[in-house]
């Protein structure tokens, strides 16, 4: 159940560490080339509208001068003066008088006047356009001619458009913004839907996304004009198309090194809990036994069983998997499984020495279940041996998890088993903490015995741990003990028992039982010939 979870957990983090960075960079692209062809398509609407204010400005100039002129109309002095605006006046084509629909005279130099037919649009004010001539003078190109006050403007609005769009597909055009759809064109290029010529208040722009399409509208300043520009929107997703293809690998692979992480890091909390439930199924959990000796007399009196992994043929310590295991709960499993193999193992130990006495240890897990009661009492009888055999050891830690344990180590005492406190001086508990367990038994912890015979400061904590073993009524087991200095030191400091490679490392069951049947051989040997004597 919680395995299953986990990898999902761990699936649904790792689809979520790809989505995420690729829809967040598809959604920047989208927003940042969005951003940039509203300002390009703006960009067009208003250089469109300042040319076309700046072809109002010199329309408005070239009116003036001319009506307002005292020259007699169309004599030389007033074409040439009309010459002299014309060439000051890059957007107009040509300066001219009109009379009734004829043009008289021109900036060009006509002399002929030249019929130009019915206006296109009526204006205001008097004021009279023809669209689209095309009249020998201009070359045979369409042309503009704007008339008011008996003057006559040529002019080519196409100028207007002239912005450098860089591309054919941007549609501009220049027009009246207030006049009604039949009047308002002044020039276009290229598609402008109806409904974009919209009017805005002066000297502002306002863009908008329709039918596919990003348009932009400019108002002049002042005066009635304004431009649109518009581009097909098959830009912006080009755009995105370009910006996604370089976010969305770097989206991947910042997806795929969180997804890994993610999964390595779920494995490794997962996996080896769910193998060490498997390992203890398969039974690939075995024991070493550490003989403990008599200090005064050298025999093996006891051992402690110390759990192995078997793991596909590489044995692996307990330091590598007990913390797991504790953190996980499956140190339960495990403890059930040393507790079955010291069942079985015993009765064979006991044969050869039926005071020997096994230690095992019990983690904090352990000495807050009640299942432990229950695998003790199963070990008892299935191995037919006294209570009086076993003992448990549990660290300083595992004791003082509460209420629980010491109900529990009332309960194992009453049983008979014997309880050891382990690694004793390397935790917190005070003397009045000790005094409430029901213990029978204290191991001087490795660290302390190391001490033995050194000038370091912490090599007067072992006299008083032992002292305090004492006043306590404990039996003291010293752990670790390398030399034979350290176990002088400690059997004139009155400590029974030790443990350490002086006397032997852990060893199989078997080489248990040879050293026992050794040792008894030893002691039924007519005294004096043993190199060993027994009390
Ligand atoms: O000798 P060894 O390296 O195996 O001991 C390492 C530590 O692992 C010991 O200090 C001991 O407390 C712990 N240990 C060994 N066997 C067991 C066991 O069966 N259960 C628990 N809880 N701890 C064990
Ligand atoms: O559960 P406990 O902390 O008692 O386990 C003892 C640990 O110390 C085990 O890992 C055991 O192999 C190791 N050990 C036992 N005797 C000696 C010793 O004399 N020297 C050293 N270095 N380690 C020892
Ligand atoms: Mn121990």
């Avoid at 403007?153 to 006049?179: I, K, Q, R």
């Avoid at 904090?364 to 695998?375: G, I, M, P």
């Avoid at 050293?515 to 008894?520: K, T």
């Amino acid at each position: 159940m919680r395995q299953s979870a986990g990898i999902g957990l761990a699936f649904a983090a790792g689809a979520a560490a790809i989505a995420a960075p690729i829809l967040i960079s598809i959604r920047l692209a989208w927003r940042q080339s969005v951003t940039y062809e509203e300002s390009r398509v703006t960009s067009y609407a208003r250089d469109t509208v300042r040319r076309g204010n700046e072809i109002g400005a010199q329309m408005e100039h070239a009116y003036t001068a001319v009506a307002q002129s005292p020259l007699k109309p169309c004599s030389a002095a007033d074409v040439d003066q009309m010459r002299q605006l014309d060439v000051a006046s890059p957007y107009l084509q040509a300066v001219g008088r009109i009379s009734g629909d004829s043009l008289t005279c021109t900036s060009l130099g006509t002399t002929k006047p030249i019929p130009l037919g019915p206006a296109t649009v009526q204006i205001d004010r008097g004021a009279r356009n023809w669209l689209d001539k095309r009249l020998p003078l201009s070359g045979g190109h369409p042309i503009a001619i704007m008339a008011r006050d008996g003057v006559a403007l040529l002019v080519n609005p196409e100028l207007a458009l002239d912005t450098n769009t860089g591309n054919t597909d941007v549609a501009l055009a220049l027009y009246f913004p207030t006049e009604p759809p039949a009047t308002r064109l002044i020039a276009s290029r290229g598609t402008i839907r109806p409904e974009w010529y919209r009017d805005a208040p002066h000297g502002t722009t306002t863009t908008f996304i329709d039918g596919g399409y990003v348009v932009s509208v400019a108002r002049a300043p002042h005066g009635d004009l304004a431009a649109v520009a518009a581009e097909p929107q098959t830009y912006v997703t080009q755009q995105v198309r370009h910006v996604a293809l370089l976010f969305i690998p770097v989206g991947v692979l910042c997806g795929l090194a969180l997804a890994g992480t993610v999964a390595y890091v779920s494995r490794m909390r997962l996996s080896l809990p769910s193998v060490l439930r498997v390992a203890a199924r398969r039974r690939e959990f075995f024991l070493e036994y550490q003989p403990v000796v008599d200090l005064a007399t050298g025999r093996w009196v006891g051992a402690e069983a110390l759990v192995r992994w078997n793991s596909g043929g590489q044995i692996v310590r307990p330091d590598s998997f007990i913390p797991a295991a504790e953190e996980s709960g499956v140190i339960t499993f495990i403890t059930r499984c040393v507790g079955e193999i010291v069942a079985a193992d015993l009765p064979a130990v006991l044969r050869i020495a039926p005071d020997f006495r096994m230690a095992m240890n019990l983690s904090a897990a352990d000495l807050r279940s009640s299942v432990t009661l229950d695998l003790l009492r199963q070990m008892v009888r299935a191995s037919g041996v006294e209570p009086e055999n076993f003992t448990v050891e549990a660290t300083e830690h595992g004791f003082l998890q509460g209420e629980d344990s010491q109900q529990l180590i009332g309960d194992i005492r009453r049983l008979g088993i014997g309880v050891a406190i382990d690694d004793f001086g390397t935790g917190y508990s005070s003397l009045a903490c000790l005094q409430t367990l029901e213990l029978n038994a204290l191991k001087i912890d490795k660290s302390f015995v190391d001490t033995i015979g050194t000038d370091g400061a912490t090599a007067q904590v072992v006299p008083h741990i032992i002292h305090m073993g004492h006043s306590l009524g404990l039996e003291m087991i010293a752990e670790g003990v390398e030399t034979e200095t350290q176990a002088e030191f400690l059997r004139r400091s009155g400590v029974r028992f030790a443990q350490g490679w002086l006397f032997s490392k852990p060893i199989s069951l078997r080489d248990l039982c040879d050293g026992l049947a050794a040792q008894r051989e030893r002691d039924e040997a007519p005294a004096g010939m043993g190199t060993v004597s027994a009390v």
